[in-house]
Every structure is written in structure tokens, then in C-alpha cells.
């Protein structure tokens, strides 16, 4: 009796589980491809990184050169105007009381402070009317930020004597406050 | 035959997605990090650029104003000259019609005058007295004003004088400065 090997059956795999299996080899093929993408890519950013990291390196130097050598400029110019600022022109107290004094009015001690803005004047007037005038007009003046009269007495020729403590508002010093500068 | 082949490919698709988790997603955040910080530094180097450029454009403009860079230099030298100051009080007041009668410019030699640590400008007061007459007081004062050592006038006093002459004494100060000194700031009241 002969024997014979019967021919195996082909395996029919059904339709969607072909389909399956070829989205499972693309899925594979996607990820790996993926992968070595952004491996290929992180790799070449990483060099770029390093690369503009050389090219800042001379820039912050340049910049680092720069500022030391405009900085103590930029300080020193700032300082001046500061300074300018403040710097006072003490003419304008001689100009304000020379506009202010009254004809009939002479002043004589002078002591001026320009850290407080003040000035100790002494005086003497002719009569008390005429002082009068003469307080009110320096109470009626912008600039004169406080008045104190003192050491008010008639002399032995019947003159008034009188002593002024003026403190002036900061303004006395602007060059433009007073007229005739 | 089929049961085989849905296990392999199911574990097959499961191992792919344990892999994008653990391998593929650190990657692709790992990525995004990396294009951040190329971004960042292509930021950074062009603000620097910029920056750079403005600081020369400045530095450029600056050297135009040599002869006021020079005055501010004149108003706050880092060691005045006390003779230079002292021939230009002489001659002023000279020219002015006025007589130095006493000077006392000896804190200004002093070392301790420019002792105010943190103050890049340190304030040097001397005093003078002067005699003559008013308007020549006042021709003085506005020349001093006037001068590019900003000269600060601290005080002024004189006595009444009937003969129109009279003796004022002034407290000055001039400046000097100290670049390296950084300034203080302000304190704050508790």
C-alpha cells in the first residue's frame, strides 16, 4: 500500500486581521522612524545649543566691555545733573529783596543760609506804617515761604529798627524766578 | 491557527504602546525642550545684538560731546586742584573790585573732608572773607555761580556799613568725586 502525503491546506487568515496586522508593522515602522527623528534632531539642537553658546560668549564680553566703559560715564553724568540741579544762585536773594524793599526802607545785617533758604535782615524804616507795608508786601510774595519779625524798637534818631527771618520757598533759587537776572 | 496570530499582533500592539510611553513620549518632551531652549537662545543672542548695538550708537553719540564730557570732568575731578581754585578766587575777586582778606581753605588739604563712604560726590566747603562794595559782592557771586566748577554758595553774612564798603564772609564748596563709590540708598524709616 503506497502512502501519500496528503497536501496541507493553505491557512486562510480573514481580512481584518491582515488589516491588523499591517496597521501593527506600520505603527512599528511609525514609532521607530519617530523615534530616530527626534534622537537625530535633540542630537543636532543639542550642537546648535553648544554652538550659540560660543557665539554668546564673545557677545557678553563685547557688552561687558562696553558697559565698564559707559557706565562710570552714565554715572558721572547723572551725578552732574543732579548736582546742576541743585545748584543754587544765591543772586537771586539780593535781586528778590532789591525788588522788594520798599523806597523808604534800608536794610543792613545780611545773613543768608542756603541749606535752610534762609535770611536773617536787619533793617530800619521810618515809621511803623512803612513797616507795615513792608511785612506786607514780603507776606504777599509767592516766594517767601515763612516771615518772623523780631528786635522791632525805635532807635535813638526815631528810626524803627526791626529784624526779618525770611525763609524762602525753593523756587528763589530757579534761574527764572526773579526778574533782571 | 488564527487565535495565535491575534495574540502575537494584540502583544505586539500593547508592547508598542508600552514603548511610546516610556521611550517615545520622555523623547518627544525631551524634543520640545530642546526647541524651546534653541528659541530662548536665538532670543537671547539677538537681544544682545540689539543691546550691543544700542550701546555703541550710544558710545558713538557720546564721543560728539567730548567738550561737555570735559566741563563735567572740570565741575567734578576726582582730585580737584586746591591752587587752581585758589588763583581763581584771587583773580575773580580782583576783577571784581573786591579785597580777599582771609581764606581758610584747610579742610580741603584735609583728607578727612573726603571721607563720606558711599558718596560718589563728597562736598568740600572752605570759607573767604572779601571786602568791598555791594555791587562788587554781587558781580563775585554771580561769576562764581557762573563757573563750571559748581561752585555751591553755602552762606553769606555782613555787617551794615555806612562808608558802603564792608567785609562779607562766604562759606563755598566745591566738588569732588569718587567713581568708584557706589551711592547709598535711601534709607528707610522703620
New interface residues.
Partial sequence: MAIEIAPRGK?K??FW?IV??VF?II??IG?LG??FY??I??KK??Q??QE??T??TP??E??EK??E??N??E???D??GE??QK?????NI?NFLEKICLPAVWF????????DREVIV?GHTDTFVILEQQILVLKQDPLVKSLNISGVSISEEGKVDFTFLLTFAPQIFTPLEITGQ | MKRPILIIIVGFLILLAVGGYFLGWPKYQEFGDKKLEVEGKDTEIKQKEEYLSKLEVFSDRLSGYNDELAEIDFALPVEPSIAALFIFFQKTISENGLILKDTDLGELFSSEIQGTPGERIQKMPFSISVTGSYPALKNFLSVVYRNTRLIEVNSISFPSSEEGLFTSNLVLEIHAYQPKAEKKEAEIPE
Fill in positions: 491557512i487568515l480573514p486581521l491588523l496586522g501593527a505603527l512599528l514609532f519617530s523615534y527626534l534622537e534632531s535633540i539642537m543639542s546648535e545649543i550659540k553658546g557665539t554668546l557677545l557678553m563685547a557688552i562696553k558697559e566703559e559707559l562710570p560715564i554715572k558721572k553724568i551725578d552732574f548736582l546742576l545748584h543754587k544762585i544765591p543772586l539780593f543792613s545785617d545780611f545773613n543768608f543760609t542756603s541749606e536787619s
